[in-house]
């Protein structure tokens, strides 16, 4: 018979796989500085790939992941050609929460 005595009846899957999908979106660079970018107010595609200094293809492709895990939302603009992105009200919450952890005061 095992005896455990590291608490590991205390892990949940759920929070885990949780924990582990916003440890990634997190470690990845240009996904964190999007997030960052976003803090402030909603942005156009143009404006974050001239603040990244990147593609237009890679800035789309990390807004799309972005979008899928619920961290950020899009909206059309009055040209139907241009999309703004902001933050969700979970994605900010989860923000604010690591930058906190991370001693940033934001």
Known sequence: MNICSCNC???D???TESLLAMAKTLSTETKLKILLILLGREHCVCEIQNCLEKEQ???SHHLS???ETDWIKQRKGK???QIFY???K????KLQTF???GGVKK
């Open 13 to 15: 899957i759920k929070s």
């Open 90 to 93: 979970d994605g900010l919450k």
């Open 86 to 88: 902001s933050l969700t």
């Open 99 to 101: 930058l906190k952890a």
């Open 9 to 11: 009846d205390l892990l």
């Open 57 to 59: 293809s890679l800035v």
């Open 65 to 67: 992941d972005l979008v």
């Open 79 to 81: 040209d139907a050609r």
